[in-house]
């Protein structure tokens, strides 16, 4: 569910096995898992001890801001009301920032390190091999941290969640949306590593099914409308991955697609909702639950990051922008939930 990196120095970790998770999220709805970590007579570990967690996030937008208050209602809900402390950074999307507030972390010795997106995960496991670091919204960890021999286990101080949707589904989405298509753009910024291993791994989908594909790449936001404008002029259809500098200037990207009548398949809802048509997403609430559950037992039952399997989302919901759909002429099937705009 991950902005630019102007410099990916970080050689660092892993992609992954689905796991069920999702549960016990206690404002999404759902119910307890029944795991460790939701046993009631573990929550008497943590009543005296307080455990300072630093939150670095790399930029603020609603998918990313979803994750982080998911995180901090399930540790806080875990752990018990006064037990976390929480030290919550934004770095306004820069990768360098992201160094700073994990270096920070790591000189105050917290307890954990929560990393929400790609860069701030590169920044806290190049900040620290000791500190745990639990880490959320990464679509590829082997992508992010450079990991060879990938087994699902970083066997460091790393571990987390990922919010990689199914790509293979995704480009079935333009198949079954859009069946007069014949040449599809990938729009991302070539500085996320995770932005870059989607546009990979989906162009082989593409391919299969018989588009003509072209990756139309920015390495920040001073670029997305010259790049965009070619995309548009040059493809039938745009696709982009769940891409942080796409998703911080969704609304510029729409102000050139839609004129131009040209439909964006995204990656995930907030792209979807700034500027696209339809996209198979998560919810990043539940992703950031998840990631508390594993935080806990980090903190109180004594998991090793490292032994941890990333956990991935079991639950995909197809989705549409209503207004879009009509501006494009396009009907949409059953299946699909619509998107409400805010």
């Known amino acids: ?7 990916i120095t970080a050689a660092i970790a892993v992609s992954a096995i689905a796991l069920g998770m999702m549960a016990g999220c206690g404002n999404s709805g759902s119910t307890s898992s029944g795991s460790s970590t939701a046993a009631s007579t573990e929550g008497s570990k943590a009543a005296d001890k307080v455990y300072n967690v630093g939150i670095c996030q790399l930029v603020q937008h609603p998918a ?8 901090k209602d399930k540790l806080t809900e875990l752990a018990g009301e006064g037990n976390i402390k929480f030290d919550e950074q ?10 700073t507030i994990c270096n920070q972390f790591v000189a105050s010795k917290y307890d954990l390190i929560m990393a929400n997106a790609t860069p701030a995960l590169q920044a806290a496991s190049t900040a620290t091999a000791d500190i745990p670091v639990i880490a959320t919204s990464i679509t590829d960890y082997a992508s992010a941290l450079d990991a060879k021999d990938w087994t699902g286990k970083t066997g460091t101080n790393v571990t987390g969640t990922s919010d990689l949707a199914p790509l293979a589904e995704q480009a079935q989405i333009v198949k079954e949306l859009l069946p007069d298509t014949k040449k599809i753009g990938i729009l991302y910024c070539s500085a996320e590593a995770n932005s870059k291993y989607q546009a990979t791994e989906i162009t082989k989908s ?15 936001s001073n670029d997305v409308a010259q790049v965009t404008t070619s995309a548009c002029s040059e493809m039938d259809a745009i696709y982009i991955p769940t891409d942080n500098v796409a998703a911080t200037n969704a609304e510029l990207i729409d102000s050139i697609a839609a004129p131009a009548k040209k439909p964006i398949v995204a990656g995930e809802e907030s792209i979807c909702k700034g500027c696209g048509l339809a996209t198979l997403s998560i919810s990043y609430y539940d992703l950031g639950c998840t990631t508390g559950e594993m935080a806990y037992d980090i903190l109180v039952n004594g998991k090793k990051p490292g032994e941890m399997e990333i956990k991935y989302s079991p639950k995909f919901t197809k989705e549409y922008m209503a207004d879009r759909a009509k501006a494009l002429g396009i009907t949409i099937p059953d299946g699909y939930e619509e998107i409400k705009a805010e």
Do not use: I, R
Not at 64 to 71: N, R
Not at 206 to 220: A, I, S
């Open 1 to 7: 569910m991950k902005n630019s990196t102007k410099k």
């Open 64 to 71: 990313l801001d979803a994750a982080t208050k998911g995180f």
């Open 90 to 99: 934004n770095a306004q999307g820069d990768s360098p920032t992201c160094a």
């Open 206 to 220: 593409f391919n299969e099914l018989g588009y003509e594909v072209k990756e139309y790449t920015f390495t920040d």
